[in-house]
């Protein structure tokens, strides 16, 4: 026998001995280390270097449901497992990857909570309430922690990679809970503090309408809302905001104000359109007759929108040919009525309009031939009336006869 052939004999019958003390020293609860040889839908076989290999059963290779042992494992992977039982009569040892997994993860996850760390994720399961992702233990991300804003469906979500933070931890009740959306927060504080720094008011910016409540609209500006308040949509009345905008309009606002301090940016979008009194003088000419809608009336008239922001009086005695007492006589909001116009004064912000004259003046009734009407107006007399019929009132304020011209000769006898 050669000197070769017998150190090698010598070798592997000390190897033999070696591993066959490593497996008599085995007992429940230690730590193995090997690599997976096979898996199968429901266990995966690893290499552990003794006699017999090891066996992770399916629910011992991971904190999270899975539908096959390949969902966790493939060949060649190195492991790190625990000894849960040692099966002489199979000749297998039983090994629990997740339990290993755990303890790992729980010291790592501890760490990440105390430095607020960011961390990725993937997701492995969308469940009720929200989703699900495997850190060595089961990792839940309520449907509120995913993202900034509400979101109806997660099925989409199973394969994703998240940034996540840790929300809480509880080990005594396994329990931990993590936070997608606190990461986004803090992202879109820190770009909300650049975008800010950068706006100036006065500027005129692109934006996308991202919401519309009934006080006025919330538009992207750059990753930043700001509030356009519904004052500042358009020159002209809005009710409401979704009147006369959509989500994910794109829009030009000009900066009214920002306040870092509070982080709010106003917006207008009327203000970054010319105003409607700066094209007026183009469009009215004094003498034209347009079409216009009553917004309100006063006491001395009526104001008449013709342009959108562009309002105009019709004073109360160029309403109508007739006498009136009050506008609301003939005229009622809402209404849409023909005006001329009197005088245009952009500068001054201000239109003056007339209805009547847009209308024929009616024809004037003809006087009697003997009727007199005094200077400062009255009743129509007739004076030989007044002669032949003694009953007639002398104190007439309509009356142009005096009494002289009445009882002249009489008075005369008298004295």
Known sequence: MSEEFKDQQ????????????????LKKGDTVKGSIVKVEDNQAYVSIGYKYDGVIPIRELSSLHLDNASDAVQVGQEVEAKVVSIDDEKERLVLSKRAIDSENAWEELTKKFENNETFEVTVADVVKGGIVADVGVRGFIPASMV???FVEDFSDYKGRTLRVKVKELDRENNKVILSAKDVLDEEFEQNKQQVMSNLKEGQLI???????????AFVDVGGVDGLVHVSEIAWNHVEKPSDVL???DEVKVKVLKVDPEKGKISLSIKAAAPGPWETAAELFKTGDIVSGEVKRLVTFGAFVEIA??????????????????????????GETVQVKILDVNPSEKRVSLSIKETEEA????AKPERTERRERGGDRVNREDINNNP??????????????????????KLK
């Open 391 to 412: 009953n007639v009132s002398l104190s007439n304020q309509g009356l142009s006869i005096t009494l002289g011209e009445r009882f002249g000769d009489k008075l005369s």
């Open 147 to 149: 993202e900034r804003h």
């Open 206 to 216: 692109d934006g996308k309408v991202q919401r519309l409540t009934q006080f006025g």
């Open 246 to 248: 959509s989500e994910g």
């Open 10 to 25: 010598e070798n592997a019958e000390v190897t033999n001995q070696d591993e066959m003390e490593q497996i008599v020293s």
């Open 308 to 333: 959108p922001g562009v309002e105009g009086l019709v004073h109360i005695s160029q309403i109508s040919h007739k006498h009136i007492g009050t506008p609301q006589e003939v005229l009622k909001e």
């Open 362 to 365: 009616p024809a004037q009734e």
